[in-house]
T-cell receptor
Framework: NAGVMQNPRHLVRRRGQEARLRCSPMKGHSHVYWYRQLPEEGLKFMVYLQKENIIDESGMPKERFSAEFPKEGPSILRIQQVVRGDSAAYFC?????????????FGQGTRLTVV | GQQLNQSPQSMFIQEGEDVSMNCTSSSIFNTWLWYKQDPGEGPVLLIALYKAGELTSNGRLTAQFGITRKDSFLNISASIPSDVGIYFCAGQWYGNNRLAFGKGNQVVVIP
């Protein structure tokens, strides 16, 4: 049973370009979470999605960031017009049901560098 | 947002020694989780705790969910070189589907 798969592992973008980060949850998991980690910091919640629905996006910046989890295919975190401050590791996690009394499993992350 | 405090930031220990780390919060949590992160990798779940007072072991790891529901500790016994890494505590509170993370404890094992 494959774990949470994220790609690409590393992504370099110039300022102003778009970044697309993909996450395929564990088999049987329909709950996906995106977190951002700055150097020497803990992970910060961004958004929680179930299939085709955004449930909680309270951690997402209001502009330039969006997320989706379509009926078919991976979840996508999209960052438009990237700036240097967007450089970070972005992690996706998935769970089989809501987080109470269950665990979330993380992918290996995508390290975004904006130059 | 919820704040989790982990201290100390870094710990240097001799191989074979035990090490304990603590995580505290001003908020009550429903679930406490401990993760380990190696450089360039994602967090790997070590132990999950669901009940106040619960004490759970996973090999050489032992973790407890504090009675007040505002703290948790993780203990590693007989440390080995591969225990090197950053250990994060994370909490989830009732009715909320997100995890709040501490800033992590960096553990260095000296052979």
């Amino acid at each position: 049973n494959a774990g949470v798969m994220q790609n690409p592992r590393h992504l370099v973008r110039r300022r102003g370009q778009e970044a697309r980060l993909r996450c395929s949850p564990m088999k049987g998991h329909s709950h996906v979470y995106w977190y951002r980690q700055l150097p020497e910091e803990g992970l910060k919640f961004m958004v929680y999605l179930q299939k085709e629905n955004i449930i909680d996006e309270s951690g997402m910046p209001k502009e330039r960031f969006s997320a989706e989890f379509p009926k078919e295919g991976p979840s996508i975190l999209r960052i438009q017009q990237v700036v240097r401050g967007d450089s970070a590791a972005y992690f996706c996690a998935s769970s089989s049901r809501v987080l109470e009394n269950t665990e979330a499993f993380f992918g290996q992350g995508t390290r975004l560098t904006v130059v | 947002g919820q704040q989790l405090n982990q201290s100390p930031q870094s710990m240097f220990i001799q191989e074979g020694e035990d090490v304990s780390m603590n995580c505290t919060s001003s908020s009550i949590f429903n679930t406490w989780l401990w993760y380990k992160q190696d450089p360039g990798e994602g967090p790997v779940l070590l132990i999950a705790l669901y009940k106040a007072g619960e004490l759970t072991s996973n090999g050489r790891l032992t973790a407890q969910f504090g009675i007040t529901r505002k703290d948790s500790f993780l203990n590693i016994s007989a440390s080995i070189p591969s225990d090197v890494g950053i250990y994060f505590c994370a909490g989830q509170w009732y009715g909320n589907n997100r995890l709040a993370f501490g800033k992590g404890n960096q553990v260095v094992v000296i052979p």
